[in-house]
């Protein structure tokens, strides 16, 4: 039962102002980077600043009404909340504007907004919610039919813009709070294989058409790539594969080790349905997308198309040595040399011009918060506050991760913002959005 109708103002000395001063401080590394980010174009800087600057203010308008909200009324609304989110997300399919080939934004002039990034809050907010309520029901196949019904609703239309970047996150965080919630890790360990094989075969498809014209002298590894390449080939591969598994079944069980029906069935159900949303991922996927998201491996294969900005990043990043260039003084960032260097690089401009000891700071603060988030989920009064906690804070986590190994070429470039920091007023309004429902958790931990 919630007790505080009315905001109580002695809660205000439990905000975690910690949390609220790493956040600022990201910030403010983040207009230090953009406005540099502007290629020396005194207009294009102040543009970039003025929009983040205005997009930081109506999200610490987010953040205060978002404190003072009691976070345990979210999980009586998780229906209305979700049903929701996928209104906005319907919505901008219908009446949103396109960038780069996405139908993702609300166009207002000066500033747009993209709603994906709200609803993937309203998602964790509502899943939460379901598992809490649901947590006695972690073993039955109707649970996580309900979880990935959930997921795939989210997922259907965001991939429908197409927006492949934004999908990635909903799959750390939901395999995340149902580990936490008590699910079998052979079900997580079933839905990891799926999404694999979802996103794993139009890339394999994408390497081999990379890699073939550089075999051109090594017979036997081309005829294997075209082989693996042909439909028929990889039904063939997918047919032994699953009666490998059966037939390991039935020995088993000759063998007296009982084991339930339903594990093989559910593996060999994972696999299919990888394969088959194969297909859909990899039309949505543009080609020019598929080839960033492999060619990480070896940016010298196409280093003046998929694998430049990568090149250039870790130039950028290498050059910038323990001090750095200096502010507006990084040759790659102020000659134009680093792509999408006030979004997807901006951690690269970070590097070049404030060198390694800014880079670390930037690293401690993004660890301290995301500590922080942790803590807050554990010390949550109630099970619900802690599993959005965790959400959010693993959400956070494979942002930074992700983004970070991006520009250093560890990992695929997925177009996945740094939170506070990459410019985007959608971007660091939901963050802000963010910090104040932590900080709501955190201030009621010792409420009844």
Not at 147 to 154: I, R, S, Y
Not at 224 to 243: D, R
Not at 289 to 308: A, C, E, M, T
Not at 393 to 416: C, E, K, L
Request: proline residues 3%; contains cysteine.
């Amino acid at each position: 039962m919630i007790r505080d109708k009315n905001f109580n103002w002695r809660l205000i000395y439990r905000v975690n102002f910690w949390l609220i001063f790493l956040a600022v401080g990201l910030t403010l590394i983040g207009f230090i980077a953009i406005y540099s980010a502007g290629n020396n174009n005194y207009e294009i800087s102040f543009k970039y600043l003025l929009v983040q600057f205005l997009a930081f203010g109506i999200g610490l308008l987010g953040f205060v009404l978002l404190v003072g909200f009691n976070y345990q009324y979210y999980k009586y609304l998780d229906k209305i909340i979700y049903i929701l989110s996928a209104a906005l997300l319907i919505f901008v399919l219908i009446f949103g504007s396109s960038k780069r080939g996405t139908k993702g934004w609300f166009d207002f002039g000066f500033i747009s907004f993209q709603p994906v990034e709200i609803a993937k809050i309203m998602f964790i907010l509502s899943l939460a919610s379901f598992l809490d309520r649901k947590s006695k029901d972690t073993e039955k196949v109707s649970f996580l039919v309900s979880v990935f019904a959930m997921l795939a609703g989210h997922l259907f239309l965001i991939m429908a813009q197409p927006d492949f970047s934004s999908t990635l996150s909903y799959f750390p965080v939901t395999l995340t709070l149902l580990f936490v919630i008590g699910v079998e890790p052979f079900y997580l360990l079933c839905a990891i294989i799926l999404g694999a094989l979802a996103v794993g075969i139009p890339l394999l498809k994408t390497f081999l058409s990379i890699q073939l014209p550089l075999l051109q002298d090594k017979t036997f590894l081309a005829n294997l790539m075209i082989s693996l390449k042909n439909f028929w080939t990889c039904i063939c591969v997918v047919v032994g594969i699953l009666f490998l598994i059966v037939g390991g079944w039935c020995f088993l069980w000759k063998l007296k080790i009982k084991i339930a029906l339903i594990y093989p069935v559910i593996l060999c159900a994972s696999i299919l349905l990888g394969c088959i949303a194969s297909l859909p991922v990899g039309k949505s996927l543009k080609g020019y997308q598929q080839k960033r998201l492999v060619v990480f491996l070896n940016p010298k294969i196409d280093p003046r198309g998929s694998g430049y900005n990568i090149i250039q990043s870790k130039i950028a990043i290498g050059s910038g040595k323990f001090i750095g260039k200096g502010f507006k003084k990084g040759t790659q960032t102020q000659l134009g040399f680093l792509p999408e260097q006030h979004t997807d690089f901006i951690f690269s401009v970070i590097a070049e011009e404030g060198g390694w000891f800014i880079a670390q700071l930037t690293l401690l603060f993004y660890f301290f918060f995301i500590w922080h988030a942790f803590a807050i989920a554990r010390e949550a009064h109630d099970r619900y506050g802690s599993l959005v906690a965790t959400g959010f804070a693993v959400m956070f986590a494979f942002y930074v991760v992700i983004n970070i190994s991006m520009v250093m070429g560890m990992m695929p470039v997925t177009g996945i913002p740094l939170p506070f920091i990459s410019y985007g007023g959608s971007s660091i309004f939901s963050s802000l959005c963010v910090v104040g429902i932590l900080c709501s958790i955190n201030m009621r931990k010792y409420t009844h």
